[in-house]
């Protein structure tokens, strides 16, 4: 017992003379979060489209596929769909993702922004003017500081514009703004802050859209006590400002100029392209192949989409879906990143978004089939894709509906 007792001391005793050593803490971080593509993916279109999102994310974790990179989606700001269509949730974007920079031919800027506007529009007032001998339509418009059109209009006149003398004429009142040489539809709305689809309708402009200058056109008054400036600082370009009003006005003397067969050469801000009068033979082609991830129209959030997006890697070829000429070539429009625009005639147009690289400059006739650009994820793509619309005239058509067949 004795023998016992010692050795049970001296084992309490070599045991206070052990450092001692805490139990390390585990830190148990559970299952790994859910990833960022899963969380931000907002609702398919339509029913095809949920069970091909269903069917992606069951393969998730074993998923290689370079198309479905996590996305980065911010709400697209349209003029159109901030008065009838209700807000969009803004989903989260990745803040791993830095914007993609855009390559693109060394060229000047737009005529929008080379040739800024002056907002020293002229108010007048409504009168009446009886016609003398060797009137005409134009010298009246000077004479009283009102449009041409706008006093055709106003007294129901008919081309050729022939006038009696005698003849009693309303001059219309309003804000007439004085076209110069090499002004734009585009710059002109922006010194206003008005959008320029308005000016559009209050002027009754028709296709080419293309102003001239010593013309007087139409400024609509603004609602509410904004300031221009203000108004003119949250002015936001989209595709139909400039299909409509990013040419620059041509003077009585100039006359357009013959699109150009080489990217090589640069045409100046100021020269005005001309756009094919036909649709040329062959019909619409797909400018890449890839899967639709989102379709025409409507989606479930409420947003609307001018055209089709298109999954494909990065640096896939842009082809030109039919022979055109180019109109704009830049990333001046936020959510579309990288932009070509191509007029076909006839009416028609094409436009191709998110591209990372540009490959043809402004007033450069293509081929259907010709590469313009390499696909990317720019602006506000989800992922890598092509954005692509077809208008007619400034009517967005589905393309699913003039392209044929996969």
């Known amino acids: 017992m004795t023998r016992a007792a010692a050795i049970l001391g001296a084992a309490l005793a070599l045991a206070g003379c052990i450092p001692s050593v805490d139990t390390p803490v585990r830190y148990d971080r559970g299952p790994p979060p ?29 998923r290689s596929d370079p198309y479905e990179a996590p996305p980065r989606r911010r709400t697209y700001p349209r003029r159109a769909e901030r008065q009838d269509a209700s807000p969009a949730p803004t989903p989260v974007r990745r803040a791993d993702r830095t914007p993609v920079p ?17 907002a020293d529009a002229q108010r007048v007032e409504q009168s009446l003017y009886t016609v003398r001998p060797g009137d005409t339509l134009l010298a009246i418009a000077e004479r009283s500081g009102a449009s041409s059109e706008a006093i055709a209009r106003a ?31 585009i710059a002109i709305a922006r010194a206003y802050g008005v959008a320029w689809s308005r000016i559009v309708t209050v002027n009754a402009l028709l296709e080419p ?21 203000d108004r003119a600082a949250a002015f936001t370009l989209d595709v139909d400002d400039i299909l409509t009003g990013g040419e620059p006005a041509l003077a009585s003397n100039q006359a357009p100029v013959r699109p150009t067969p080489t990217p090589r050469r640069i045409l100046p801000p100021s020269a005005v392209v001309t756009a094919p009068v036909r649709l040329a033979g062959g019909g619409f082609l797909w400018p890449v192949d890839g899967r639709v991830v989102k379709r025409f129209g409507h989606g479930a959030s409420g947003e609307r989409n001018d055209g089709i997006k298109i999954a494909v890697p990065v640096s896939t070829p842009i082809r030109a879906t039919a022979d055109g000429v180019v109109a704009y070539v830049g990333d001046g429009i936020a959510a579309l990143g990288g932009l070509v625009i191509v007029k076909h005639g006839g009416g028609w147009t094409s436009v191709y978004g998110h591209a990372s690289k540009l490959m043809v400059q402004r007033g450069q006739s293509v081929k259907r089939g010709q590469t313009i650009a390499l696909s990317g994820d720019t602006g506000f793509a989800d992922r890598p894709e092509l954005h692509f619309e077809l208008r007619k005239g400034r009517t967005p058509v589905d393309p699913s509906s003039q392209l044929p067949r996969m």
């Open 155 to 185: 007294n129901a006149i008919e081309p050729p514009f022939t006038i009696q003398t005698g003849q009693r004429l309303t001059i219309p009142a309003g804000r007439y703004h004085l076209v110069r040489r090499g002004e734009t539809g």
């Open 34 to 62: 859910q990833s960022l593509e899963r969380i931000q993916r907002l609702p398919p279109a339509d029913p095809q489209d949920r069970s091909a999102n269903d069917a992606r994310d069951r393969s998730d974790a074993a």
């Open 209 to 229: 859209y293309v102003l001239r200058a010593g013309q007087r056109i139409v400024i609509p008054d603004t609602e509410g006590g904004t300031s221009l400036a």
């Open 102 to 118: 855009v390559s693109t031919l060394p060229a000047p800027r737009p005529a929008w922004e080379e040739r800024p506007v002056a």
